[in-house]
């Protein structure tokens, strides 16, 4: 390896073969990287998006979040007999949030010490949408109250 | 910090994906690789910046990305192998008139590149007149004549 002439490039093929191989495996994994992105592993898929069930409301939202990106939260209500039905979420979620508009406009917000409190009136909607902004990467607990039924819900905001 | 941490994993990002396109891309650029790069460039920047277009992150991000290249040429220089492994090696393509094919393969060169490189370069006319073809780390071939 000391003789800086041709036959010191002819040594360092053995360095190139392994390159090669590494090469290849590179491609594996940027194809996987790209099959992972298209069916929603880093947000915006079907395998981010998804739904859960409550006593008269069905909760969507996605898993996986982007940094600095759009999302949002869908509250699809049953029919209810109540004048108002109020949808809260925790202070620690809304900190790390920024709610850029909800669909309809709620009648009344309110901050108690923990929780951040969204009254609707109930009978005039059946689906109140969230557009929020996630403000920092890394896991989220999203904290939601929908009519006194708490859930929480893990989501992954990725940089 | 965030600024830092982005620029870091695209740097590494983009090193690794342009070293694993292999050597002759680089330098075999197109007026559709140009345009290509250029889309690149946006998104890589789109993906920095995010939503802080201040003149003070454009600043602190330059310096960030500058940072890294100075600091890889400063390894590449202290140690052989890192300088391998983050520009690569050259390879010989051809010795004594005669093509290796199994090399030539696996770096996407046809013998017409060298050949044309042995016109440009030399003003050869045949493999026969050339001792050693060698693809140089930037993707260039380098002819050395009998």
Same mark, same amino acid.
């Given at each position: 390896? %000391?003789?800086?002439?041709i036959?010191?490039?002819?040594?360092?093929?053995?360095?190139?073969? !392994?390159?090669? =191989?590494?090469?290849?495996?590179i491609?594996?994994?940027?194809?996987?990287?790209w099959?992972?992105?298209?069916?929603?592993?880093?947000?915006k898929?079907?395998?981010?998006?998804?739904k859960i069930?409550g006593?008269g409301?069905?909760?969507?939202?996605?898993?996986?979040l982007?940094?600095?990106?759009?999302?949002?939260?869908?509250?699809?209500? /049953?029919e209810?007999?109540?004048?108002?039905?109020?949808?809260?979420?925790?202070?620690?979620?809304?900190? =790390?949030?920024?709610f850029?508009?909800?669909?309809?406009?709620?009648? %009344?917000?309110?901050?108690? $010490? %923990?929780?951040?409190i969204?009254?609707?009136?109930a009978?005039?909607?059946?689906?109140?949408?969230?557009? +929020?902004?996630?403000?920092?990467?890394?896991? #989220?607990? *999203?904290?939601i109250?929908?009519?006194?039924?708490q859930?929480?819900v893990?989501?992954?905001?990725? #940089? | 910090? /965030?600024?830092?941490v982005?620029?870091?994993?695209?740097?590494?990002?983009?090193?690794?994906?342009?070293?694993?396109?292999?050597?002759r891309s680089?330098s075999?650029?197109t007026?559709?690789?140009?345009?290509? +790069?250029?889309?690149v460039?946006?998104?890589?920047?789109q993906? #920095?910046?995010?939503?802080d277009?201040? *003149?003070?992150?454009?600043? #602190?991000?330059?310096?960030?990305?500058?940072?890294?290249?100075? *600091?890889?040429?400063f390894?590449?220089?202290k140690?052989?192998l890192?300088?391998h492994?983050?520009?690569?090696?050259p390879?010989?393509?051809?010795?004594?008139?005669?093509?290796?094919?199994?090399?030539? $393969?696996?770096?996407?060169?046809?013998?017409?590149?060298?050949l044309?490189s042995?016109?440009?370069?030399q003003?050869? =006319?045949?493999?026969e007149?050339?001792?050693?073809?060698?693809?140089e !780390?930037?993707?260039?071939?380098?002819?050395?004549?009998?």
């Open positions: 390896m %000391n003789s800086k002439n036959s010191h490039v002819d040594e360092l093929y053995e360095f190139e073969q !392994k390159e090669i =191989k590494v090469r290849k495996f491609w594996i994994l940027l194809v996987l990287l099959v992972s992105g298209s069916v929603g592993l880093f947000g898929g079907w395998l981010s998006g998804t069930e006593n409301y069905e909760l969507e939202y996605e898993r996986f982007r940094d600095e990106t759009s999302t949002s939260i869908i509250i699809f209500l /049953e209810s007999s109540a004048d108002t039905i109020e949808i809260s979420f925790g202070k620690k979620y809304v900190k =790390k949030i920024r850029q508009e909800i669909t309809p406009k709620p009648a %009344n917000i309110e901050a108690s $010490e %923990n929780r951040v969204y009254s609707f009136p009978s005039e909607n059946t689906m109140i949408i969230y557009h +929020l902004i996630p403000l920092n990467a890394g896991f #989220l607990e *999203l904290d109250s929908i009519g006194g039924d859930r929480y893990k989501q992954f905001v990725y #940089l | 910090m /965030e600024y830092i982005k620029a870091l994993i695209l740097y590494i990002f983009i090193l690794i994906l342009f070293r694993a396109s292999g050597k680089l075999q650029i007026t559709f690789d140009f345009v290509l +790069l250029l889309i460039g946006e998104t890589v920047q993906g #920095l910046l995010g939503s277009y201040s *003149l003070i992150n454009a600043i #602190l991000l330059i310096t960030t990305l500058v940072g890294f290249e100075v *600091l890889i040429s390894f590449s220089k140690w052989n890192f300088d492994l983050t520009n690569g090696v390879v010989i393509i051809l010795k004594n008139g005669e093509p290796l094919w199994d090399r030539m $393969e696996h770096e996407r060169i046809g013998i017409e590149d060298i044309e042995a016109r440009q370069s003003g050869l =006319k045949s493999l007149q050339i001792e050693y073809a060698v693809l !780390k930037d993707g260039r071939i380098s002819v050395i004549p009998k």
